[in-house]
């Protein structure tokens, strides 16, 4: 019997489905772009802030540590390289952007 009466189907209902796929569409991009921002920008731009404070606090006498995990002690600096004596009379010329970290004064013995 129901071949011979039609389906009828509400109207309102397929708009307010359209409606609410759109807006969960909405809520996921803006979820997604918060989360991008406090777990990859937030903290890459924190790190690049105090990278850059490490830099313009060197200072002759330093102990630091070079990305490539060269201990030395800073013998001289200008604006882009920085000189560290690594044994008694062996110095070696570094970019500046290499030093990776500062190390507290008296770690190295034997310099």
């Known amino acids: ?11 309102g209902a397929a708009a307010a ?42 200072s002759k006498g330093d102990e630091v540590i070079t990305a490539g ?9 200008n604006d882009d390289y920085v000189v560290l004596e690594v044994s008694e009379g062996t110095e070696l010329t570094f970019q500046k952007t290499h030093v990776s970290a500062a190390l507290p004064k008296g770690t190295i013995k034997s310099i």
Do not use: C, T
């Open 1 to 11: 019997m129901s071949f011979f009466i039609s389906p009828a189907y509400a109207e």
């Open 17 to 58: 489905g359209q409606m609410e796929s759109g807006m969960f569409n909405i809520l996921f991009l803006v979820g997604f772009g918060l989360i991008f921002y406090f777990f990859m920008w937030r903290p890459q731009a924190k790190r690049a802030k105090d990278h850059k404070a490490l830099l313009s606090g060197l």
């Open 69 to 77: 995990g060269i201990l030395g002690k800073v013998v001289n600096l």
